[in-house]
């Protein structure tokens, strides 16, 4: 059964240091899809990035980078520069080829950013 | 764009009562599902739908019951209301019932039962 692992319950950062949240995933499946969603305090879910099993690059948006790796199976998320409307809960998730679109979510992290 | 829209947005409900959390999409997704968010638990599967008529088990199904009567609508029943039920659920929905589609999250229904 696929499972997925944020050991990080909570972070406190000062702003403009940065942060990497880590999320370590266990899958049977040769083809999945990770995601990272954003909660903020307002509750609402907003989805941040999406990555296939086939591909490991990394990628780079803005302030945020994600760094994918088969080998440690691990997927994990970089804010550079943090800010104070980065405070909030991060969730990793995982979804399996043979599994339909069910989400198996990680505990998630609650970041906090102070001025 | 209304997206996915859950109604209602805050409940207060007795031990032993029944109430429908409704979830719609305009969209046109084939999948469509439920999820429940508990403090350190992250969000756990109840319920999901991989088209009308079809509904299926997800992690924490017991207490919950679902129908999918139309692509749109895909509303969740308690039927009994516990106080294990209380937190906070999610409706989901996304294109098509493989899984590289990310799901676009309704605002969530507070719910607390007493």
């Known amino acids: 059964a696929q499972k997925v692992t944020q050991a990080q319950t909570e972070i406190s950062v000062v702003e403009k240091e940065d942060v990497t949240l880590d999320c370590v995933y266990e899958t049977r499946d040769t083809t999945y899809y990770l995601f990272w969603y954003k909660q903020p305090p307002s509750g609402e879910l907003v989805f941040l990035i999406r990555?296939?099993?086939?591909?490991?690059q990394n990628e780079i948006s803005g302030r945020y980078s994600w760094n994918f790796q088969k080998s440690t199976s691990s997927f994990n998320f970089t804010i550079t520069a943090s800010q104070v409307v980065d405070s909030a809960v991060y969730f990793c998730a995982l979804s399996e080829s043979s599994g339909y679109s069910t989400l198996t979510f990680g505990k998630g992290t609650m970041l906090l950013v102070s001025p | 764009n209304a997206g996915v829209t859950q109604t209602p947005k805050f409940q207060v409900l007795k031990t032993g009562q029944s109430m429908t959390l409704q979830c719609a999409q305009d969209?046109?997704?084939?999948?469509m599902s439920w999820y429940r968010q508990d403090p350190g638990m992250g969000l756990r599967l109840i319920h999901y739908?991989?088209?009308?008529?079809?509904?299926d088990q997800g992690e924490v199904p017991n207490g919950y019951n679902v129908s999918r009567s139309t692509t749109e609508d895909f509303p969740l029943r308690l039927l009994s209301a516990a106080p294990s039920q209380t937190s906070v659920y999610f409706c989901?929905?996304?294109?098509?019932?493989?899984?590289?589609?990310?799901?676009?999250f309704g605002d969530g229904t507070r719910l607390s039962i007493l």
């Open positions: 969209m046109n997704h084939e999948y």
């Open positions: 989901a929905s996304t294109p098509g019932f493989y899984s590289n589609q990310p799901q676009h």
């Open positions: 739908s991989v088209g009308a008529g079809i509904t």
């Open positions: 990555r296939n099993s086939f591909d490991e």
